[in-house]
């Protein structure tokens, strides 16, 4: 079975800080892929990235970079810079790679940027 | 944005009542499914659909059913509304296999 944990319940920093958020997954798989998605206070949920396991480079867009170490199974997203309008629940999540393609999600990293 | 429409948005419903909940595509995507999201549990897997008349059990599907009669539609169904199914119900979508899944507005849920 598959898993994500997220073991930061809740993250508070002051705007323009950096803050990391931790994703550790656990799969059977060789080949997989992991998602980050996004869920402001308005409820909607966002996707933001797609990474696969062959891939380890470090991904950035803007302000959002992603950190993926398949030796220590981790998946981790910094936002630089951080703004009011970054304040959101983060999900990592891991699509089953055959059977019904689901997504396991992890439960979810509440950040709060204080103006 | 993708084409996903949920409905109702919200919704109160007393115990032992049948609630159906709508999704509805325009993207034509072969994958549907079901999720429930509740404080620390992030989403759990309801049910899914792989195809029209094509479904299948997620990991919290007891008082749940669902139908697809129609690639665009995907129903779900408590038999008999209970206090433990007041959450927020998602729909989400997708293609094929490692492609993102894209969801809906939420259905918010409250069985009183």
């Known amino acids: 079975a598959q898993k994500v944990t997220q073991a930061q319940t809740e993250i508070s920093v002051v705007e323009k800080e950096d803050v990391t958020l931790d994703c550790v997954y656990e799969?059977?798989?060789?080949?997989?892929?992991l998602f980050w998605y996004k869920q402001p206070p308005s409820g909607e949920l966002v996707f933001l990235i797609r990474?696969?396991?062959?891939?380890?480079q470090n991904e950035i867009s803007g302000r959002y970079s992603w950190n993926f170490q398949k030796s220590t199974s981790s998946f981790n997203f910094t936002i630089t810079a951080s703004q009011v309008v970054d304040s959101a629940v983060y999900f990592c999540?891991?699509?089953?790679?055959?059977?019904?393609?689901?997504?396991?999600f992890g439960s979810g990293t509440r950040l709060q940027v204080q103006p | 944005d993708a084409g996903i429409t949920q409905s109702p948005r919200h919704k109160v419903t007393e115990t032992g009542t049948p609630v159906t909940l709508r999704c509805h595509q325009t993207?034509?995507?072969?994958?549907m499914y079901w999720y429930r999201q509740d404080p620390g549990h992030g989403l759990r897997l309801i049910h899914y659909?792989?195809?029209?008349?094509?479904?299948d059990k997620g990991e919290v599907s007891d008082g749940y059913s669902v139908s697809r009669s129609k690639t665009e539609d995907f129903l779900l169904t408590l038999e008999s509304a209970t206090s433990s199914q007041t959450s927020v119900y998602f729909c989400?979508?997708?293609?094929?296999?490692?492609?993102?899944?894209?969801f809906g507005q939420g259905t918010r849920l409250t069985v009183v």
């Open positions: 659909s792989y195809g029209v008349k094509d479904t």
């Open positions: 993207e034509n995507h072969r994958y």
């Open positions: 799969t059977r798989d060789t080949t997989y892929y």
């Open positions: 999540a891991l699509p089953e790679i055959t059977g019904r393609r689901a997504l396991t």
């Open positions: 990474r696969n396991s062959f891939d380890e």
């Open positions: 989400a979508i997708s293609e094929k296999q490692n492609t993102e899944a894209f």
